[in-house]
């Protein structure tokens, strides 16, 4: 019974990491679809915030042994490369 509630944990905290993931995906498009506008320091900080935040989570998540180091490493080097994607379009503009 205790394995299947400890697997129940780890899908649950990989959705729950994985919605995190998919919001700052969610912001960096939006962003993406305004880079008519000029750059938004505010906007960018908010991402940064975002995006520690979603490090922390991992973190916690991998000492707790609720997900692998590896899952969370992909999560946020997928972020990471659309963040630099956004920031490459915004110095190219």
Known sequence: ???????????????????????I????????????????????????TQMFGLSREIDFAVKLGL????TGKNLMDTLEKELSVLHEAYTNK
């Open 67 to 70: 997900i692998e180091r590896e």
């Open 25 to 48: 995906e969610q912001l960096i498009k939006v962003q993406m679809d305004h880079l008519t506008l000029p750059s938004c320091p505010l906007y960018e900080e908010v991402l940064d």
């Open 1 to 23: 019974m205790e394995h299947t509630e400890e697997q129940t944990y780890q899908q649950k905290a990989l959705e729950l990491l994985k919605a995190d993931a998919e919001k």
